[in-house]
Nanobody, 127 residues
Framework: QVQLVESGGGLVQAGGSLRLSCLAS????????MGWFRQAPGKEREFVSA????????YYTDSVKGRFTISRDNAKNTVYLQMNSLKPEDTAVYYC????????????????????WGQGTQVTVSS
């Protein structure tokens, strides 16, 4: 079993920055891809970003490219999402997710490819 705990959410002004963290515990050796999804009120959950744990290719949805950066620290079993130039449209609950598969472009954004999910952390961007 794998447990994921997100942290780092909060309230920030438009144009500001936040860094989200996701700490993985349990059978972390089974994780090959970690990702971030978000869900705004009244909207569907959407893919944000992902990173493969070992070989480190990264993936981003178009709306965050150039603003968000995903990274990981193997020693700490932690994945980060650095969010810069935040916009009100980024307001959502952000969820960390882990997959047992080495996901590529065609599958990385699909929720059903991820077996483990964190509790979510709220990000609110004021205008």
């Amino acid at each position: 079993q794998v447990q994921l705990v997100e942290s780092g959410g909060g309230l920030v002004q438009a144009g500001g920055s936040l860094r989200l963290s996701c700490l993985a515990s349990g059978r972390t050796f089974s994780i090959y891809t970690m990702g971030w999804f978000r869900q705004a009120p009244g909207k569907e959950r959407e893919f944000v970003s992902a990173i493969r744990w070992i070989d480190e290719p990264t993936y981003y949805t178009d709306s965050v490219k150039g603003r968000f950066t995903i990274s990981r620290d193997n020693a700490k079993n932690t994945v980060y999402l650095q969010m810069n130039s935040l916009k009100p449209e980024d307001t959502a609950v952000y969820y960390c997710a882990a997959s047992r598969y080495r996901l590529t472009t065609s599958a990385v954004g699909r929720e059903n490819q991820y077996e483990y999910w964190g509790q979510g952390t709220q990000v609110t961007v004021s205008s």
